[in-house]
């Protein structure tokens, strides 16, 4: 019998990764709001990426309220039947609300497989669902949405790496490898995600922090005389991670600083992208608690980068927010 996943979104990582899956055969549905629902029917999925466009009409979709309601009533095997992955591709300001809507989907023997950055989204996960169900997971994609709803892919690297943190569900996790090796992207069972977890996170913390802080590309912060302070960055994040017992090695290490130094590279983060648009962004959870897990040691003093990129976020934050009370977007002033 195959392995039943829902897919939590239809943006651009739980749609590209969600659409290769269901385009290969695999048994796919989507958990999506009543819009993108609604837009998927006329639609379709649609991806466009350098590694092969894909076209899906009319993908199997389920809303919250439908898989609240088949929780309570008897309606139809396809959502009253627990699945057995669940693939959550959401931002960690939507867990919440992403926890409540899968809730009735979560049978005895259902596994969680989180692709989101940092730590954080595991401690609530485990309190909600229990840690024998929740997986380690990242994922290295680039994508988007463009205004019809079609998934963008914006160049040739996808890759999902998935894992036990405990180590001792190999066996059952060997089934959800087989299913996840599609053409579209690299799927790979890892035997140490939590160290891999940790590595994107000190990557993509230096990444957020350094292009929001500069409101710019890295090859654009080194031209201006300033990669030393990316570098400087990335080595405060390597150290609370190895004073969390995560410590990057040197090879690691040297590969980041490559490519954070690297004159041309049009390298910025997605929260940049989000910041220029006025969207919500994940400073809490890529930032914030990492800062907070250092304590008392490294990235905390008056002249941390890290606290001063954590700041900038959090002032934009608290900028949007007032913005919004006052009916107003993030770039209005009034006078």
């Not at 690299?186 to 996170?201: F, T």
Request: hydrophobic fraction near 50%; charged fraction near 20%.
């Amino acid at each position: 019998m195959g392995v039943r996943m829902l897919v939590v979104g239809a943006g651009g990582i739980g749609g590209y990764f969600g659409g290769r899956l269901l385009g290969a055969g695999r048994d796919v549905t989507f958990l999506v709001r009543a819009q993108r629902a609604a837009q998927l029917a006329r639609t379709g999925l649609i991806i466009r990426s350098p590694l092969g466009d894909l076209d899906l009409p009319a993908p199997p979709t389920v809303t919250a309220e439908a898989l609240r309601a088949a929780d309570a009533v008897d309606a139809g095997r396809e959502v009253r039947e627990p699945f057995d992955l669940i693939l959550l591709a959401v931002k960690a300001y939507d867990l919440d609300a992403a926890m409540d809507d899968v809730a009735p989907a979560v049978g005895p023997r259902t596994l969680i497989l989180p692709l989101l950055n940092g730590m954080r989204h595991l401690d609530r996960l485990d309190e909600r669902f229990g840690a024998d169900r929740v997986l380690g997971g990242q994922c290295v994609v680039s994508t988007t949405l463009d205004p019809e709803g079609r998934i963008l892919h914006l160049d040739g690297s996808a890759s999902l790496a998935f894992g036990a943190r405990d180590r001792s569900r190999a066996e059952p996790l060997e089934a959800i490898a087989a299913t996840l090796s599609v053409a579209g992207f690299e799927a790979r069972l890892s035997a140490a995600i939590v160290q891999e977890m940790w590595e994107k996170w000190v990557s993509v913390a230096t990444v957020a922090g350094m292009t929001c802080l500069m409101r710019a590309a890295i090859g654009d912060i080194v031209a201006a005389g300033a990669g030393d302070l990316t570098t400087a960055l990335l080595d405060e994040c390597a150290a609370i991670a190895a004073q969390q017992g995560h410590a990057l090695s040197a090879a690691v290490l040297q590969d980041r600083r490559a490519a954070f130094t690297a004159p041309d590279s049009e390298l910025t983060a997605s929260m940049l992208r989000d910041i220029e648009r006025g969207a919500p962004i994940e400073a809490e959870q890529i930032l914030g608690d990492l800062l907070r897990r250092a304590g008392r040691g490294a990235g905390t003093g008056v002249t941390s980068l890290l606290r001063v990129a954590y700041a900038h976020l959090m002032t934009y934050d608290a900028r949007r927010a007032r913005a919004h009370a006052a009916g107003m977007g993030v770039g209005t002033t009034s006078e």
